[in-house]
């Protein structure tokens, strides 16, 4: 019966060291997608600001030199 419960308590050490280990993994993505999301954000507005709105439109209207 001691074996028993030694050998459970074992097994429930290895599990909380394991979940804390993905909890902290979890952690560290969740602060990566937060850090991408602000940067694309970023991105987003800096593209937005060179690109005038219509601009595309009338690129794709023109004809070819070649025409």
Same mark, same amino acid.
């Given at each position: 019966?001691?074996?028993r419960?030694?050998?459970?308590?074992?097994?429930?050490?290895?599990q %909380? &060291?394991?979940? =804390?280990? +993905?909890? #902290?993994?979890?952690?560290?993505? /969740?602060?990566?997608? $937060?850090?991408? %999301? &602000?940067?694309? =954000?970023? +991105?987003? #507005?800096?593209?937005?600001?060179? /690109?005038?709105?219509? $601009?595309?439109?009338?690129?794709?209207?023109?004809?070819?030199?070649?025409?």
């Amino acid at each position: 019966m001691e074996e028993r419960i030694t050998e459970l308590e074992l097994r429930f050490m290895q599990q %909380e &060291r394991t979940i =804390q280990e +993905l909890n #902290e993994t979890v952690f560290r993505q /969740e602060q990566s997608i $937060t850090r991408l %999301e &602000r940067q694309l =954000q970023l +991105l987003s #507005e800096q593209f937005r600001s060179f /690109e005038p709105a219509g $601009t595309l439109d009338l690129v794709e209207d023109e004809r070819p030199p070649h025409y």
